[in-house]
C-alpha cells in the first residue's frame, strides 16, 4: 500500500500523487540497541506469526552467544508464545498495551516508512531493496542508531543498572 506523507506542492494546487494498493507482504524483524547503536535483522519473511518469532529471537541469541540478552516487546500476538521464553540466556519483557512511545524500535520503522514514502514501487523486489538499503544504512552507522533510539530516560536508567 502506497505511503503519503506531505509533499510540496504550488500554492493554490492540490498535489497530485499516484497511489497503489497490492497484497504482497514480507517483514522485517528488527532488534536494536538504544545503548550501543547495535542493530540486527531478518527480512523477507513471507510471515509474521510465532514460529517466526521464535526462528528471530534464536537467531539474535545466536548473534550473541556470550551475552545475556534482553528483548523488550510490545504485546503483538506473536510475542505472547510461551515457548519463546525458554530460550537460554534471553529475557522477554513485555510492554504495557498501546504505549508505542515506550519502544523505541518504533522510531526505526517510522524511519524505515520515511524512505519509502510517496512512491509507487513496480512490485515487492524494488520495495524490498530499498528497505534493504534503508536497513543497512542504519545498521552500519550505531552513532545515527543511538542519536535516534537513546531516549534520555532509557540512558539515565541503563546508567543506574549498568
Avoid at 8 to 25: D, I, M, P, T, Y
Avoid at 63 to 75: F, G, I, L, M, S
Avoid at 79 to 101: C, F, M, N, W
Amino acid at each position: 500500500m502506497s505511503n503519503m506523507r506531505r509533499s510540496w506542492s504550488k500554492v493554490g494546487e492540490r498535489a497530485v500523487l499516484r497511489q497503489q494498493q497490492a497484497f504482497e507482504n514480507r517483514y522485517l524483524f528488527s532488534a536494536v540497541s538504544p545503548i550501543s547503536g547495535e542493530s540486527f535483522h531478518l527480512m523477507g519473511l513471507e510471515v509474521m506469526d510465532s514460529a517466526t518469532e521464535l526462528v528471530f529471537l534464536t537467531a539474535l541469541k545466536k548473534q550473541h552467544p556470550d551475552q545475556h540478552v534482553v528483548v523488550v516487546y510490545d504485546n503483538a500476538p506473536c510475542h505472547r508464545r510461551k515457548d519463546l521464553h525458554v530460550i537460554p540466556g534471553l529475557t522477554i519483557i513485555h510492554l504495557p498495551s498501546y504505549s508505542p512511545e515506550l519502544n523505541p524500535t518504533e522510531r526505526f520503522f517510522e524511519e524505515m516508512r520515511r524512505d519509502t514514502a510517496c512512491e509507487v514501487f513496480d512490485g515487492l523486489v524494488p520495495l524490498e531493496e530499498r528497505i534493504t538499503s534503508a536497513v543497512n544504512r542504519w545498521a552500519d552507522d550505531t552513532m545515527a542508531m543511538q542519536q535516534l533510539l537513546g531516549y534520555g530516560w532509557i540512558r539515565k536508567q541503563w546508567l543506574e543498572v549498568s
